[in-house]
């Protein structure tokens, strides 16, 4: 049931989710949020990381987005697109200047020196600030070419990918990263991006823009899929207001999510070893499940805690830890 091509995600013995199931969820909230592709064929917008014209315009949208949220950021977007009237014009302004038109965002001055940075190579190496020529690239190589620059990390990556290049890549973010733990898609203990690697592998490509924004729009609305422990889910559960989420008959109780059973994903030749022993019920799984049933809610908090500071560093987020982070 999984794709045609071989898994290379980080959880070989992580079978969910499988395509019926990413299937039967899209459908379920696209009832209710509606359809996202039919939307962008109207020209209507979907989520923060959205198209836009330029593929450098949807790094530096992506960029902006980053420990602020999408209302913000997007402001801080109009308006240096605004006072800017091209990205050669904000590659020579003063630093102070390209921070002043952002400072909605937060994190201004690192935000426009990575800014200027990324338009100061391409200017460089290509002669003009721009990413046009990322269009004729596969995934691989875009990656390649994106991930050389500092503060841009798997998730800014994914977004122009998706979003900026048309391309069927699974972008996660804190309410899909979120989602898919409580749903049993992504172990406990996977990180943001650990939980992208393994998503993109099994999420069918028809269904990654839809699964993606409906997974967005729905995690900033709904309080029983916000992260588990935090004050707003605890009290969606207290209220009863958890069983009003449209897609709680998905998600296995609590009590059954697990960590991924090695510390290690796809370490050396022994995960897999330990991953189908734990299937089977041997001295791993009991181990794994002790760990997942003696913290109890406790678990995903702590964890969810330590990966989010790990997401944060990975994308080069300073003073992430205490801010919003998207
Ligand atoms: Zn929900």
């Given amino acids: 049931m999984l794709a045609a091509r071989a898994y290379a995600g980080p959880y070989p013995a992580w079978p969910a989710p499988t395509a019926e199931a990413c299937r039967a969820v899209a459908e379920r909230l696209a009832a209710v949020h509606g359809w996202p592709h039919l939307k962008r064929q109207q020209g209507l917008p979907a989520v923060g990381c959205e198209e836009r014209r330029t593929v450098l315009d949807s790094l530096v949208r992506t960029l902006l987005s980053q420990n602020t949220t999408d209302k913000t950021s997007g402001r801080a977007f109009a308006t240096l697109k605004q006072r800017f009237p091209s990205w050669e014009a904000v590659r020579q302004a003063p630093l102070e200047d390209v921070a002043d038109a952002i400072r909605v965002g937060g994190l201004a001055e690192i935000k426009a020196g990575r ?180 913290e109890g809610e406790q678990a995903p908090r702590g964890g969810g805690k330590r990966q989010k500071v790990a997401a944060a560093a990975d994308e080069g987020a300073v003073a992430a830890a205490a801010q919003t982070d998207n």
């Fill in 115 to 294: 800014i200027q940075h990324i338009l100061g190579t391409l200017k460089a190496e290509r002669g003009e600030c721009s990413l046009e020529h990322l269009r004729g690239l596969s995934a691989t190589e875009v990656k390649a070419e994106l991930g050389r620059f500092k503060g841009v990390g798997a998730k800014t990556i994914s977004c122009v990918l998706l979003f900026g290049l048309g391309q069927d890549d699974f972008a996660v973010d804190t309410h899909v990263w979120e989602i898919s733990k409580a749903l049993g898609w992504a172990p406990l203990n996977a990180s943001r991006d650990q939980a992208y690697s393994h998503l993109n592998e099994l999420v069918p490509d028809d269904l990654k823009y839809d699964l993606h924004v409906l997974l967005v729009n729905h995690g900033k609305k709904c309080p029983a899929c916000a992260k588990t422990g935090s004050a707003k889910h605890r009290s969606a559960i207290e209220n009863g207001a958890a069983a009003s989420c449209p897609i709680a008959e998905f998600k296995p109780p609590p009590s059954t999510l697990k960590p991924y059973p090695s510390s290690k994903p796809r370490g050396g030749k022994n995960s897999g070893k330990k991953a189908a022993a734990a299937a089977d019920g041997s001295k791993g799984a009991r181990k794994a499940a002790a760990a997942g049933s003696s």
